[in-house]
């Protein structure tokens, strides 16, 4: 009779436990913000919704994940990021995103559901990552405007070597900052900002050309910041203080120019991230007015979209921005420390 008495006494207990774990679960659930249903039109784009920390992709834990955690003292994934810049996607879909003053890059799997980061050696670290890109094999390239040259991973994430750097204290570079790709020979096209000029390289580091200089005419630069390669392998380089975007054959031609110093759309005051769509049309940070340009091949206004806030689909400081094959726009809002995802609409405005 006391054994039965006992366990009753147990079952009443677990059951009690239970049931203040789910209120418990209830009550946090009550508290947080409901997501936006996606896709949100605005207007030329759709948002498709953003990711800044692990359990975006890898999903938050239930209710008795999290008690049990706590329970076990294992601590939740907090890791998050602190001033997204540079931005790729991988073959796989996998988003990577160079962390300026996070000193990282994160890796956001949302197929996967899996996340990590990418660490040089402790002997060697991050100082201020800006770009990201890959090559064709999936290797990993890493501008370091502090460090002076470009970090190289393998596709796994692992370290492999460091490509600019002459010594421990001189580089070829004076700030390598912008990076891009051309995946058809894997030539890497490096923004060298301070020197006011374009590097071209190949993947083990042999500097095959150099072009520009500073000043205001054509392969002119005052302080560029960011280049893209279209599938053609024309340049499109982020000419930042002359405010305008210069598009340029491989061997540094000049083929076209486009913006000019305002306000208003079309116009430049801090232009930062670019990226050139199957279309063929091109897409321009404002980080300034806390928007994206795009334009027509030839140079012509499309559309924008984006404005100042933290809401979904605006921004404070945007910087990088990546396309993916399926049409989706990636873009780093800096200092609200997210990665926001859009795609051209199909109305009017936008178009496919």
Not at 223 to 247: C, E, K
Not at 326 to 335: E, L, M, N, R
Request: charged fraction near 20%; charge should be positive.
């Amino acid at each position: 009779m006391r054994v039965q008495v006992k366990i009753t006494k147990l079952v009443a207990s677990g059951l009690g436990a239970l049931a203040v774990l789910l209120i418990a679960g209830s009550a946090y659930s009550a508290k947080e913000l409901p997501a936006p249903v996606v896709p949100l039109s605005l207007g030329p784009v759709d948002y498709l919704g953003a990711f800044s920390k692990p359990a975006d992709v890898k999903g938050r834990p239930s209710g008795f994940r999290r008690f049990i955690n706590k329970t076990l003292g294992i601590e939740d994934d907090q890791r998050r990021m602190v001033t997204p810049h540079g931005v790729a996607v991988d073959a796989k879909g996998r988003v990577l995103v160079a962390d300026t003053k996070g000193q990282v890059v994160h890796v956001f799997d949302s197929a996967g559901k899996q996340y990590k980061q990418l660490h040089p050696p402790d002997s060697d670290p991050f100082l201020s990552p800006i770009a990201v890109a890959l090559d064709s094999q999936g290797r990993i390239y890493v501008t370091d405007s502090g460090r002076s040259k470009i970090f190289v991973f393998r596709p796994d994430g692992k370290f492999l070597r460091t490509l600019g750097a002459l010594s421990h204290n001189e580089s070829i570079f004076k700030r390598c900052t912008g990076l891009a790709i051309d995946r058809r020979d894997d030539t890497l096209y490096v923004v060298d900002t301070v020197a006011m000029r374009v590097v071209a390289l190949n993947t083990e580091g042999k500097v095959l050309r150099r072009f520009g200089q500073q000043g205001t005419g054509p392969v002119e630069f005052n302080y560029p910041t960011h280049i893209a390669v279209a599938a053609d392998g024309t340049l499109w380089v982020v000419d930042s203080l002359n405010f305008r975007v210069q598009h340029l054959d491989p061997s540094g031609q000049i083929l076209a120019v486009f913006g000019g110093q305002g306000d208003r759309p079309g116009e430049f005051d801090k232009p930062k991230g670019i990226a050139v769509d199957a279309q063929g049309r091109i897409f321009v940070v404002e980080g300034r007015f806390d928007r994206v340009q795009a334009y027509s091949a030839d140079g012509e206004m499309a559309f924008t979209f984006g404005n100042t806030g933290a809401a979904p689909g605006e921004f404070f400081l945007p910087t990088g921005i990546a396309l993916d094959p399926s049409g989706k726009i990636y873009v780093a809002d800096g200092q609200n420390g997210r990665v926001e995802i859009f795609r051209v609409s199909a109305g009017p405005q936008g178009g496919r």
